[in-house]
């Protein structure tokens, strides 16, 4: 068993878990923070992604023990004051989501792209969730959802 | 109160499902925990035919964590029946002996053949190692025509054969429309297999109800009802002992229409042991033991007069059962045999299929489930019929559209379409293509031997949806009825619970029957919660596929509402001391008609019915009222679609650039939700034209063994979609609503490699293969220069 010190949504966990534990398996059933889904575990589908000090990386291929030190956020973690980050709004107005199991992985995975493109091209939103798989929209409404959060429409 | 409510029927009332969605709040079957609640992992078969000769879970037992192992003889006793299949297509089909764990013969690669029950699901999964097992690997059959050689390995011994089934349909005079044919058209389709793919893997936890000694499953399915009857009839719980809740579901696209082993086990065990039994899939589980979906041979010949008018159709079909009936496996092909036919009027059909066994993952339902391998073996033999007779492909399908008619007309099929109108929707998707323009840039493309070549692909299809009907698939030998349940519960507070058979995994559900019931009782969608998908709280119903809620669930919603608003209405009357013939009922209010002042509201109503005081003598109280609604037929929404593609001719590259659709689903209860399922319709459809398959290597192994080896489509490789709609209310049922699921994914395929053909028509290629990659499209070009057959 090894150590792991995270602070995950703002609040800081200390546990001993098996060196091996994949990081989405210590959130979810450690931390008890269900909003990060597995899909894969091959590291294609990005139901898993969190942010890890800012960068959004795919849960089911680390270790939790790999992210000892770390600030984590999850979808569980983005709105503030009960109010929605405008990603999660977004996904809501321009019915970007039907199941919703893709969804906490897509919305992270969209923040993170725009953190790191603030203004990006049609292209650049498709090219930059291409590691976030949906069965079920067809990605229109995604990227749509992730212009309307980069004010790019209304 | 709300007053006045507006009409929520027709509106963009967004998704009430959503806010416990985008927060990570959903309640996914892999979230519950339960106190003692222990770990299943499945060992399986890793030959796709092989005897067991020894097997020894005695070292696994020995493992730190595992409670329990067991193998297809341990539990051999507890089951009451082997997994069923619910369609039986023929009287004399064969179905194998199919055991939720192998006794002594695995099947198919993926096959379960032993089960660790641990405390965690690592120790579960690790223990899986030290189960001793020695196969003697058998001859494998994977293709269906050397399945049906004489000589051939049989994937069941007993059988005989590995035939499954043989079943014919035949209308007209097909042979004398062959004789008068001046033109016949041969062609040879092939339906790759396909893997679902739903994001969420399958997940189940089961426990007994000590009170009762029944049992709880929760399941990640589409159907709780379905699971109910089968668990029921394999482990011999009574099915009012059997509690079955789909909570959220992620996605299913017909993979979680089914009843699994998984579920059968994780169910007896947890008896066995007394004490909770979770199992979640893993993806590459997901690839081998949930089912896939088409694995077809279309060899289909069509006969023409030489002006381009269809006469006669002749379909001979190879449908690859995998290695086990699943629970409609047999039917799939069954379901696509009256829609071959498609947009198109003429006198003779027939279509004769053979269910095949092979060492493979079953095959079921996915998105469509037999009606789009119909629809692109019709819409593609109908372009190869344009080419042969140099006519352009809309002018071949407009000589042979029905004339449009809205009352069920029947067809080659032997079925009754309740409504089409194809001449419109083909007319508004060349207005929004501009069809002449992207004919001009081909044209300009092509004269100036652009390395990348524009394609024009079209399909005007329709579909049969809606599953209903109880006597006609009783017919059919299906064996459930096709009727769909709601009860409809005013409380005193004038707040409303819908009840509803149907069980939603994507389509919103929640929000559209809200805003149906929201209508006929003159409240907001707010003010009513809906109640789905747990066999206790919503104890019928027949669930969610073959694009049925809307048109047999919602509608019975609508029914149900209905009779507590006629209700409602004389308890109105009443406490009015008016005729009910004077009242209207407007906004949520019942009025005098003439004296507007004298009124009413739904919610006084509401607070009487629940008194029991104010209400008519002999009247019972409460305003709840439950409806079973069976419709008369099938519902038949039909589109136009043109997809344009770019094919790169020097690399194979094939893009889709724009993609026009024209749906006509009926009236349309959201048209977010709506135009959602489109979208994500053609991009399933898209995925089978050009980029997915599911391929096993000569010793029946899956070789598409992940999301790593098996082409998803990401947002890069999909395009937006350009959508209408036209309105052509369905006979069918009283709110003329059609179902629009499966319409995209029906209506896509053949638009997409019509349109590859199409580029590629100036280099002499007549015919590809679906996944159009840009291996195959290189290799169907050099063929075609070289000469080869393309």
Known sequence: MRKVSVKVNGRDFEHEVEPRMLLVHYLREVVNLTGTMVGCNTSNCGACTVLLDGESVKSCTMFAVQADGSEIVTVQGIAENGNWHPMQTAFHENHGLQCGYCTPGMIMASISLLKENPDPTEDEIREGLEGNYCRCTGYENIIKSVQQAAGQTS | ?790
């Not at chain 2, 419109?424 to 002449?436: A, G, I, T």
Request: proline letters at 7%; one cysteine or more; hydrophobic letters at 40%.
């Open chain 2, 1 to 790: 109160m709300t007053e006045a409510p507006e009409r929520y029927v027709g509106g963009g009332v967004p998704r009430k499902e959503d806010p416990a969605l985008v927060t990570g709040r959903a309640n996914w079957t892999d979230n519950i925990k339960l106190p003692g609640m222990l770990h299943m992992s499945v060992l399986r078969s890793p030959f796709a035919h092989a005897k067991i000769t020894h097997l020894d879970v005695s070292d696994a037992l020995e493992q730190p964590g595992v409670v329990a192992a067991f193998t297809g003889n341990d539990l051999a006793e507890l089951w009451k029946a082997p997994m069923p299949c619910a369609w039986p297509v023929t009287e004399d089909i064969k179905m194998p002996d199919h055991w939720p764990l192998a006794k002594d013969e695995a099947n198919f690669m993926g096959d379960a053949v032993a089960v660790v029950i641990a405390s965690d699901r690592y120790t579960a999964q690790d223990a899986l190692e030290f189960i001793v097992v020695d196969y003697e690997p058998l001859e494998v059959v994977l293709n269906m025509e050397d399945a049906l050689k004489e000589d051939a390995p049989l994937v069941h011994e007993d059988m005989g054969t590995n035939q499954s089934y043989v079943w014919p349909l035949e209308t007209g005079d097909i042979e004398g429309a062959f004789e008068q044919a001046d033109v016949v058209i041969k062609e040879r389709y092939i339906q790759q297999r396909l893997i679902p793919n739903a994001i969420e893997p399958r997940a189940v936890v089961a426990y007994q109800e000590p009170a009762n000694d029944g049992v709880t499953l929760y399941t990640a399915t589409q159907v709780p009802h379905l699971v109910r009857m089968m668990l029921s009839l394999v482990t011999g719980v009574p099915d009012q002992k059997v509690r079955v809740v789909a909570p959220d579901v992620g996605g299913g696209f017909g993979s979680k229409l089914n009843f699994y082993v998984e579920e059968a086990l994780a169910t007896v065990i947890a008896r066995k042991l007394g004490t909770p039994i979770k199992w979640v899939e893993d993806r590459s589980e997901n690839y081998q033991a949930t089912i896939h979906g088409r694995d077809q041979i279309q060899d289909i010949e069509l006969a023409a007069t030489s002006e381009g008018k269809i006469l006669g159709l002749r379909v001979k079909l190879l449908a690859d059962m995998g290695a086990y009936l699943q629970l409609v496996t047999p039917g799939i092909p069954v379901l696509g045999a009256f829609m071959y036919p498609g947009v198109y009027q003429f006198g003779a059909y027939s279509i004769e299929i053979k269910g095949v066994f092979t060492n493979k993952t079953p095959t079921d339902a996915y998105r469509g489930a037999g009606r789009p391998e119909a629809a692109y073996a019709i819409e593609r033999i109908v372009d190869a019929l344009a080419r042969r007779l140099d006519m352009d492909p809309v002018e071949i399908r407009r000589k042979n559209f029905y004339e449009p008619f809205d009352e069920p007309t029947a067809t080659p099929g032997g079925i009754q379409y309740d409504s089409l109108n194809l001449p419109m929707v083909l007319d508004r998707v060349l207005e929004m293509s501009d069809y002449e323009g992207l004919r001009e840039e081909q044209k300009r493309r092509r004269d100036d031997n652009d390395p990348v070549q524009l394609g024009i692909g079209f399909s005007t299809y329709t579909e049969i949806c809606g599953l209903a009907p109880s006597q006609v698939l009783a017919s059919l030998r299906y064996g459930a009825p096709g009727w769909e349940s709601s009860t409809v519960r005013m409380f005193g507070s004038g707040k409303v619970e819908v009840v509803t058979g149907t069980t939603p995994h994507g389509q919103g559900h929640v929000t559209s029957w809200s805003q149906i019931a929201a209508d006929a009782l003159g409240v907001t969608p707010d003010d009513v919660e809906v109640i789905h998908g747990d066999t206790a709280t919503s104890p019928h119903g027949l669930d969610t596929y073959g694009s049925r809620s809307l048109p047999v669930g919602g509608v019975a919603v609508h029914l149900a509402a209905n009779k507590v608003a006629d209700k409602a209405k004389k308890i109105a009357a009443h406490m009015l001391e008016a005729s009910e013939d004077d009242l209207e009922f407007e906004g949520g209010k019942f009025s005098v008609a003439g004296s507007p002042d004298q009124s009413v509201t739904i919610q006084d109503v509401a607070g009487a019915a629940f008194g029991g005081v104010n209400i008519p003598e002999d009247m019972e109280p409460g305003l709840t009222a439950d409806y079973f609604y069976d419709p008369p037929n099938f519902v038949f929404p039909f589109g136009a679609h043109i997809c344009v593609v770019e094919v790169d001719t020097e690399t194979g590259k094939t893009r889709v650039r724009d993609y026009f659709a024209v749906d006509d689903c009926g009236p349309v209860i959201n048209p977010i939700i709506v135009d959602g399922q489109v979208h994500g319709g053609i991009a399933q459809g898209i995925a089978q034209a050009l980029y997915e398959e599911a391929v096993y290597d000569e010793d029946g192994m899956l070789i598409t063994g992940s999301m790593v080896d098996y082409m998803i489509p990401g947002a890069p490789e999909l395009p937006n979609y350009t959508l209408d709609r036209t309105v052509t209310p369905s006979p069918t049922n009283p709110m003329g609503v059609k179902g629009i699921g499966e319409a995209g994914t029906i209506g896509s395929p053949p638009a997409v490699i019509n349109a590859v053909i199409d580029a590629l028509e100036p280099l002499g290629v007549t015919s590809i293969d679906m996944p159009a990659s840009p291996m195959r499209v290189w290799e169907t070009i050099q063929a075609a220069q070289n000469g080869g057959d393309a």
